[in-house]
């Protein structure tokens, strides 16, 4: 057995879902690239986000811990940057780290990228053309398309490089994120329509008010600038909803075409280096996304089109190839699986479970019975979503929707009555029945929201003052609020001052 430490190349893409993946059975389109690395390494069928929103999703991938405690809460929360993550923890271990591409956690002293030997990121959101990127010597522009020039600097870093010690490359796409702009020579190859999904006329007749009232139909919220051109005069509202899906599939998956070549460049280099072997290469997103599933586009719900994040490794000097890892797996869970394979011990602030052993077909442990997920952002000017939190085991999905922003920033003005919804995935995989009232699962219901009360007490997380004690946690600890940045909207000259980081509840009024 070699005792050679890996290589680490970790591509993250953005809203990348993952039925959008060959290896996930995609009937969209074929990414052939991506699926060597399924080919050659390990798929995660089970890879779940535990806040799906791209800056906490981010920041729970590279601290290993949840929202909560990393205090990116939302967009609008930038990330303490100082704080211990997977890639200070290899660089004190002796690894070269560097970061390319899409950072999205805030920018300027204490929010740009630490604990790296290098870093040359896109501001924001970032372009898709003529990107501008920033660094420790400043801004700059790059003449070309930001999936090619990301895949670019990270080469050509690690070429750069002297001598024997392992390297760390985050090599960060901006794809397929909206609004969509790929190369006009990929858009070509999806003019011809993709199926609708079977959801996608979903009436949303038994969901809670709170999900009702997002802002995230194909139909009624995809913008000209995300279509690229007005639908055809004279068409009804069906037909409408029909052309803008075939236009949101034509240039969101001609996105995805572009980072299956560069993750196919990517490792081509490798092999030809003769360093595949010894790279652990992982591919993800940072968190899934609806194509049309129940008529939606974007993420932030707790359905399973938004949950699931694709995650595929290979590692071939010692990671069996051609496998699928069937249980349960969060974005928490990357940080210290990257450690493991490392031989660097994770920081002790660390939340989630390696998956190392997963990965070396090591299967004596037990599975994880389930996880929790939070939602902060709640009722956000542009999508309307509601604050939640939920639990998730095999066969079940129990959600709270506590429909409160707590004040953080760019959240609501205003607070909803809380709802449940529960959802039997054996028997209701696309999740269209709510049977949160059935009283066929009432004592299921009751179980979950322990489950799920005890999982926020072992993870230090606080449940709404709304939500009630669930049978048999009188005794279960309750954590207190984290300090959370909260925005004081209505205060004389709050426009202009910093965030107010108190840690009570906002009332409305």
């Known amino acids: 057995m070699s005792t050679r430490r890996p290589n680490i190349a970790f591509v993250l893409t953005d809203d990348h879902a993952a039925h959008s993946i060959g290896a996930y059975g995609s009937v969209l389109n074929e990414t052939p690239r991506i699926d060597e690395i399924a080919r050659d390494g390990v798929v995660f069928d089970n890879c779940f986000v535990t806040n799906s929103l791209c800056t906490p999703s981010r920041a729970s991938i590279l601290t290993g811990t949840y929202s909560h405690v990393n205090g990116v809460f939302s967009l609008f929360t930038p990330i303490d940057a100082s704080q211990p993550t997977f890639v200070s923890q290899l660089r004190d271990a002796g690894y070269r780290t560097a970061m390319f ?31 501008t990127f920033i660094s420790a010597d400043g801004p700059r522009t790059v003449e070309g398309y930001a999936t090619d020039i990301i895949t670019d600097l990270a080469i050509d870093w690690v070429e750069s490089l002297d001598g024997d010690e392992p390297w760390c490359v985050l090599v960060w796409h901006k794809a397929p994120h909206r609004p969509w702009e790929p190369k006009p020579e990929h858009r070509e190859l999806y003019e011809s329509p993709r199926p609708l999904p079977s959801t ?16 995230m139909r194909v139909a009624d919220h ?20 029909m052309w803008k899906y075939q236009r949101y599939m034509r240039d969101y ?14 490792t081509d280099w490798l092999r030809a280096r003769d360093e595949l072997d010894d790279t652990m290469v992982l591919y993800s997103s940072d968190q899934g996304f609806f194509l049309g599933d129940h008529g939606w586009f974007d993420k932030r719900l707790m359905f399973e089109e938004s949950l699931r994040m694709p995650l595929l490794v290979s590692y071939p ?18 940080a210290q699986t990257i450690l493991d394979a490392a031989g660097v011990d994770p920081h002790e602030r660390m939340q989630g479970r390696s998956s190392w052993p997963e990965l070396v077909g090591d299967d004596g442990r037990d599975p994880v019975p389930g996880f929790y997920y939070r939602y902060w952002e709640n009722d956000d000017v542009i999508h309307k979503a509601p604050a939640h939190y939920g639990y998730r085991t095999e066969r079940y999905k129990l959600i709270y929707y506590y429909n409160d922003g707590h004040g953080l920033p760019f ?7 809380p709802e449940w919804e529960l959802y039997d995935l054996e028997v209701d995989p696309d999740e269209l029945r709510n049977v949160v009232d059935d009283p066929a699962y009432a004592e ?25 004690v669930p049978p048999g946690c009188a005794d279960v600890p309750v954590a207190a609020l984290a300090d ?11 426009m202009d001052a910093p965030p107010d980081r108190g840690a009570g509840r906002r009332r409305s009024g």
């Not at 996608?200 to 802002?215: G, I, L, N, P």
């Not at 299921?444 to 709404?464: N, T, V, Y």
């Not at 959370?484 to 709050?494: Q, T």
Request: charged share 25%; net charge negative.
């Open 101 to 131: 591409g899409k950072w999205h956690m805030g920018h300027g002293p204490g929010h740009d990228p630490e604990g790296f030997d290098h870093w040359d990121v896109v501001p924001g959101q970032g372009d898709y053309w003529d990107p």
């Open 484 to 494: 959370i940045p909260r925005y004081r909207w209505l205060d004389a000259g709050a």
């Open 444 to 468: 299921i219901r009751d179980e979950l929201a322990a489950a799920m009360w005890r999982e926020q007490s072992r993870l230090g997380d606080a449940p709404h003052p709304s939500q009630p």
């Open 317 to 334: 000097r010692r990671v069996a190839p051609g496998r699928t890892v069937e249980g349960i797996v969060t974005n928490v869970d990357l």
């Open 411 to 417: 959240t609501g003005f205003f607070t909803y009555p």
């Open 253 to 266: 998956l001609a996105c995805v075409h572009s980072v299956d070549e560069n993750v196919g460049r990517l």
């Open 200 to 215: 996608f006329w979903d009436d949303h007749s038994t969901r809670s008010v709170s999900v009702r009232r997002t802002a």
């Open 222 to 241: 995809l913008t000209t600038e995300d279509l690229k051109e007005d639908p055809p005069a004279g068409s009804s509202y069906e037909q409408q909803a």
